[in-house]
């Protein structure tokens, strides 16, 4: 069976309609006069939830997850072209000059309660390993990222985000040469309310945030708690940080930012009995010069980006990774072509 009909619905636009050429024109015919242009032959991927959109009770951002059946072909393909190997070996052997080509890591964000349910289960079937980043406040506990409680909010009461918004002057920057406008019911969508908000000031975001969690129904719990992440330790995943509270590096005060980092390293000392890498992982992949520089200098061993190149002349170096999401990976050809540029 072929891509079995699931409810996933696949994007139609005319840029997935070109992206869905050129992987087949790359599958077929391997496009050589294209390969100068980005190749990778060895990367680090980086991956969120391994989920049925149907399971999660909010919309997810198109973003944050594969399928279990997608994470499964993703897989076959990557055993049979490419040398999958542990983060450590792969940091290491970059930092000596002797990784080999086609290798590649696999790296999970934010500690999903699906990593578990799906993504070990089937990472064991194929002996793999794999990295999982951890924000350490949201280990073991009820709280949800600011985004999918937004995105709760849109589904059960828009009203009140119309109304939290215009009172909070949260305005939808609209680009071009249009007016930028206040949310209205008809003109919400998940995209623009994360972006607006997004946008806003942390202060008021965390008070928006607050009021509309209060108006929500309870969410089963999304994250991993911590006998489960030992568990998966012992079954040779590795763990590390993601910070404590998952903010954007670059939102957050300079004494706060080094404290979070702290804290987020303390947690996972004092809670993880093995498999705990020194590595840590920005959250969003926000930062900038002074953060990275407090980053930089809270003793790990490497940092993990968000875009495809290796900053090896930090210190500690920075390595690059790929995203990979369900919209443009469904299939072994798109995944094949989102490896490759
Ligand atoms: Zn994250």
Redesign the pocket.
């Known amino acids: 069976m072929k891509n079995s009909p699931n409810s996933v619905k696949r994007p139609n636009n005319f840029r997935h309609k070109l992206r869905k050429l050129l992987a087949e024109l790359t599958w077929s015919a391997p496009l050589p006069f294209l390969r100068p242009l980005k190749p990778t032959d060895s990367s680090v991927l980086m991956y969120?939830r391994v989920v049925q959109p149907r399971d999660v009770p909010w919309e997810m951002e198109p973003g944050m997850y594969v399928t279990p059946e997608s994470f499964r072909l993703q897989l076959e393909l990557l055993t049979a072209n490419y040398k999958v190997i542990s983060l450590q070996d792969y940091i290491e052997q970059t930092l000596i000059g002797d990784l080999e080509v086609g290798s590649i890591a696999l790296t999970f964000?934010?500690g999903w309660i699906d990593f578990k349910q799906h993504a070990a289960p089937i990472l064991k079937e194929f002996n793999l390993t794999a990295t999982v980043?951890l924000?350490t406040a949201f280990i073991g506990s009820e709280e949800l990222?600011w985004t999918d409680i937004l995105s709760l909010a849109v589904h059960h009461c828009p009203d009140k985000i119309v109304e939290i918004f215009s009172e909070y002057k949260i305005f939808t920057p609209s680009g071009g040469s249009n007016p930028d406008s206040l949310l209205s019911r008809k003109n919400m969508t998940l995209e623009r309310a994360i972006f607006a908000l997004r946008a806003a000031s942390p202060i008021n975001r965390d008070k928006i945030v607050t009021e509309l969690k209060g108006q929500l129904p309870k969410v089963p719990k999304q994250f991993l708690n911590w006998e489960e992440i030992n568990q998966l330790a012992t079954e040779g995943f590795t763990f590390g940080s993601?910070s404590n509270l998952?903010r954007a590096s670059t939102e957050v005060e300079a004494s706060d930012l080094s404290q979070d980092l702290q804290d987020s390293k303390n947690t996972l000392s004092k809670n993880l009995n093995s498999g705990k890498l020194d590595v840590f992982?920005y959250?969003?992949g926000y930062y900038d010069r002074s953060t990275q520089e407090i980053v930089n200098s809270s003793g790990f061993d490497a940092t993990m980006a968000i875009h495809r190149n290796n900053e090896l002349e930090l210190s500690p170096p920075m390595i690059g990774r790929i995203g990979i999401h369900e919209d443009i990976s469904y299939t072994k050809k798109l995944f094949n072509f989102r490896l490759k540029f």
């Open positions: 969120h964000d934010d980043f924000p990222f993601h998952h992982c959250p969003g």
